[in-house]
């Protein structure tokens, strides 16, 4: 794995050898961190995503045992385009594109519901495109709220004072949840939300008000999950998981044998017995419960330890961000890959009901794993100093008055060039006007 994330590094130009043509930035321990863990968590994704598909899709209907293997190469390639790009573009630019890809976003979330346009699998309409080609919107709008919540109150320092100035964010990621749960989708809504929750205390947002606004959001999801049979079921199971095992109940019973099944060190690679039509998502979902099987504790702990070394390094770039927008930027992001990391592996060990979160950069996912790594490639921005301000501060145009020496009153603009050189004239003609009285006393005592 270590020889593959080397080659992937040097491939992307993340090499010390590296030639670019933008203006070289230094690269922090922490930079190194980030790179490091989420490189290594894509090639043992990669590494899993084939082991837990390649009996299913051998004897399904692709009858290719490399299928999901394949499709997680293309968009794990592209995704690490994208990481690049990223990680070296303009954060000013990128900023200005924020709206844009909310919009964007909603506009996809929308337009799920047009016939001809939403793809349905399993009883969820959550893709949109053709063929091989398909677009998961939630998973771009998710990254969007971030994006476009860091940049509001970036803009706006005192919005997380009160409910009443989070309003018009709150609306705005009210709206994008609400359209993520009619999908039906609650677990990215959890998701969503969790993240923007997350950013607000970045923000500098109360408890007190956060408390309140996680009640009324349980009241929400409490309301939603009545709504929906299926998602009773799955809180019932979780409550009683042995109640239903063939139903309800199956998902999370055949998690267990299989994480039961790995003890310490696993059964070894390629040797689960598990993902064999006895647990369903075994590739997507569930594949921790495929990890626990084959790899065992030590290899649980392997990959919840990537996860905390990304997370320490995702909010040390955070505290070492050279503006407000890049702190909540890598706070919210890294929040947000976090969350959804502990909500699988909660779901999946029986800690959390049933969610249907990908586990990130490691599940089979193709617009997952493309925003996950966009994801990446900002925080990489900040923390190779990226900073969303001008390269030259412009300074308000409106007059002051300086007063000079003489006792007239000038005006000057405020600009520091203009000021300071206003105060240096006036201090100049200070001291001469002063050396002038001084020698004029002189000659009248001698006189």
């Given amino acids: 794995m270590s020889a593959a994330v080397a080659a992937v590094r040097a491939g992307l130009g993340f090499g010390a050898k590296a ?8 690269h922090t321990v922490e930079y190194s961190l980030l790179l490091t863990a989420a490189l290594c968590l894509v090639a ?22 490399a299928y999901y293997l394949k499709r997680t190469l293309m968009y794990g390639a592209i995704g690490l385009l994208v990481l690049r790009l990223l990680s070296v573009a303009k954060l000013a630019r990128l900023r200005a594109l924020i709206p844009l890809l909310l919009g964007a976003s909603v506009v996809m979330l929308l337009m799920i519901k047009l016939p001809g346009i939403g793809m349905e699998a399993k009883g969820a309409t959550r893709w949109i495109g053709a063929g091989p080609i398909q677009i998961q919107p939630s998973e771009i709008a998710k990254v969007a709220l971030v994006l476009y919540g860091a940049h509001m109150i970036a803009a706006r320092p005192k919005l997380t ?27 990215s809504a959890m998701v969503s939300a969790f993240s923007v929750a997350a ?6 947002a109360k408890i007190r008000h956060l408390v309140l606004i996680g009640a009324a959001l349980c009241l929400i999801a409490l309301i939603a999950i009545l709504m929906e049979p299926y998602r009773q079921e799955r809180l019932f199971s979780f409550f009683n998981p042995d109640a239903d095992v063939t139903g309800a109940g199956h998902q999370v019973t055949q998690a267990r044998i299989a994480m039961g099944s790995g003890g310490l060190f696993g059964v ?28 065992g504790l030590a290899g649980l702990g392997i990959l919840v330890s990537l996860y905390m070394m990304l997370g320490y390094a995702g909010f040390q770039i955070a505290r070492r961000a050279k503006d407000r927008f890049g702190r909540l930027l890598a706070a919210g ?11 699988n592996l909660f779901a999946v060990t029986g800690m959390a009901p049933l969610t249907g979160v990908t586990l990130p950069f490691v599940s089979y996912g193709n617009s997952s794993l493309i925003m996950t790594l966009a994801a990446i490639g900002l925080l990489l921005n900040v923390a190779a100093g990226g900073t969303a301000a001008n390269a030259r501060t412009r300074t308000s145009a409106r007059p002051l008055r300086v007063l000079d020496g003489g006792g007239s009153r000038r005006t000057a603009t405020a600009s520091n060039r203009h ?9 100049d003609r200070g001291r001469r006007d002063s050396r002038t009285r001084s020698s004029g006393a002189r000659r009248s005592r001698r006189a």
């Fill in 333 to 343: 992001l890294t929040a947000m890959i976090l969350i959804q990391a502990t909500i």
């Fill in 161 to 187: 004072a009160d409910i009443r100035s989070m309003a018009p964010y709150l609306l705005v990621a009210a709206g994008v949840v609400a359209l993520i749960v009619v999908e039906p989708d609650l677990g």
């Fill in 199 to 204: 950013l607000l205390i970045a923000g500098g």
């Fill in 19 to 26: 030639k670019s043509k933008t203006k070289k930035r230094s």
């Fill in 268 to 295: 070894g690679l390629g040797e689960s017995v598990q993902k064999a039509f006895y647990l369903p998502e075994a590739h997507t979902d569930m594949i921790a419960a495929v990890i626990g099987e084959e790899t």
């Fill in 44 to 65: 043992f994704g990669v590494v899993m995503v084939f082991s837990a598909s390649s009996t299913t899709s051998l004897l399904g209907e692709s009858g290719d045992g």
């Fill in 419 to 427: 000021s300071g050189g206003a105060r240096a004239t006036s201090g």
